[in-house]
């Protein structure tokens, strides 16, 4: 209810959402795509509401009118009548004292009623993203999505480029710092990073992510010297998405230590100790994360697409999206499989995904062993509020009684029962 502009279209593409934010836009609605869309996470992760999968809306709005983008319940309110106004504005009074509560808790330690530290650190877009990330008492960066760089341009950024940007990243940083390799693909085809072949039938299970970077080596190198040249100015680890066979990883790998031996020989700096690790979103790579971890130095559980492929549906079509289940028996199983891998192996296990930023998930997580969230800033604070008033030895009872459970009714009672404390 102010002077700003909200964006109704057809679609709206990751590219779209950071122009249009770096011009002030308030809200989005999209026609097409769901929430769990890589477009939609860049929205929430830039604190802008937005309602996706609204069909038909550019028929129903009226340019100049008011518009209630109510991005937590997916609603949009054309028109609205005075009744609706006040509703939404004294809520928006009411989340504004909530966010000032939550704010006292930025310097307080997320440590649960028995004594458990959990590490939470925030997924970023762009350099500059790590202000909000530090301003919601982040301990570092678990995901820095490297997809922006090849965004609304027809050439690809080259090694200095790369290299300036995750220098920025870095030298801002209060802690360690995880930069994802490129991954693009699926839902984020961008024209400098397309290849030339014909668009797949399916693009979530085609050239995409890691297969992408491994077919283009020239491209892949060149973002692997700007990072491991970038690993000099601060704490920085490697991830690499949609790992999901140890051929792969060791293959990413090799190519690595060649992109070192070839700084080397040029004396250009680079931390020898990178760490590399990988992303688990693939039911193949939960299943083998004990081969894995023998190769891989952490994980990180990126359950948007481990769901998808666990489940068979495809998170981007509002016609299924309904069937995107993270209480799934199978999928709390691949997450169990992952945590147990990496503590077996001594290497850390976090979740990037939108599993990590969900209050209604988090005791669960807890209960799994989970001690490493990364998610969105603007959740930060609220997911550090119920760690606190957490006890992971009553978690854990409650979650293996919940995996092990047959009866549908008793798993959805404690559910609730893990639940229930978080969203009060």
Not at 137 to 164: C, I, S, W
Not at 325 to 351: C, S
Request: charged share 25%.
């Amino acid at each position: 209810h102010s002077e700003a502009t909200v964006i109704v279209a057809d679609d709206i593409t990751p590219a779209d959402i950071i122009l249009l934010h770096q011009q002030g836009v308030a809200a989005f609605i999209s026609e097409h795509g769901g929430p769990l869309s890589h477009t939609a996470i860049l929205v929430r992760s830039l604190g802008v509401p937005a309602v996706f999968g609204l069909h038909h809306a550019r028929r129903m709005v009226v340019d100049g009118e008011i518009i209630i983008v109510d991005g937590d319940n997916g609603h949009a309110i054309a028109g609205p009548d005075a009744l609706a106004l006040a509703w939404y504005e004294k809520r928006q009074q009411l989340d504004k004292d909530y966010r000032r509560e939550l704010g006292r808790l930025k310097s307080e330690p997320a440590i649960t009623q028995d004594g458990h530290t959990v590490c939470l650190m925030a997924n970023i877009e762009l350099p500059e993203d790590s202000v909000s990330a530090y301003d919601n008492g982040a301990h570092g960066v678990g995901l820095f999505r490297t997809e922006f760089l090849y965004m609304n341009r027809e050439k690809m950024p080259d090694e200095e480029e790369q290299l300036e940007a995750y220098r920025r990243v870095l030298e801002a940083a209060r802690g360690p710092v995880t930069i994802r390799t490129l991954d693009l693909g699926a839902d984020k085809q961008v024209d400098s990073g397309r290849s030339q072949s014909p668009t797949a039938t399916n693009p979530a299970l085609g050239l995409r992510a890691i297969r992408l970077c491994l077919k283009e080596q020239d491209m892949f190198r060149v973002q692997l010297r700007a990072l491991l040249r970038a690993s000099s100015f601060g704490e920085m680890r490697i991830m690499l998405p949609m790992i999901s066979n140890l051929q792969e990883l060791r293959q990413a790998l090799h190519l690595i230590e060649e992109t070192k031996d070839d700084l080397r020989r040029q004396s250009l700096a680079y931390n020898e100790k990178v760490q590399v690790g990988a992303m688990i979103e693939v039911p193949a790579a939960a299943l083998a994360a004990p081969l894995l971890a023998r190769y891989a130095d952490f994980f990180s559980i990126g359950t948007n697409d481990l769901i998808q492929y666990t489940l068979a549906i495809d998170r981007v079509d509002d016609e299924v999206n309904y069937l995107y289940d993270p209480l799934h028996p199978a999928v709390l199983r691949l997450i169990q499989i992952t945590i147990e891998a990496g503590a077996q192996a001594g290497i850390p296990v976090a979740m990037c995904g939108e599993m990590a930023s969900d209050p209604r998930y988090t005791r669960l997580l807890l209960g799994l062993g989970l001690t490493e969230f990364s998610m969105n800033p603007g959740s930060l604070l609220e997911i550090k509020r119920i760690i606190r008033h957490s006890d992971t030895r009553g978690l854990r009872g409650i979650v293996q009684r919940l995996l092990a459970s047959t009866n549908s009714a008793e798993m959805h009672e404690l559910i609730e029962q893990l639940a229930a404390p978080a969203l009060h």
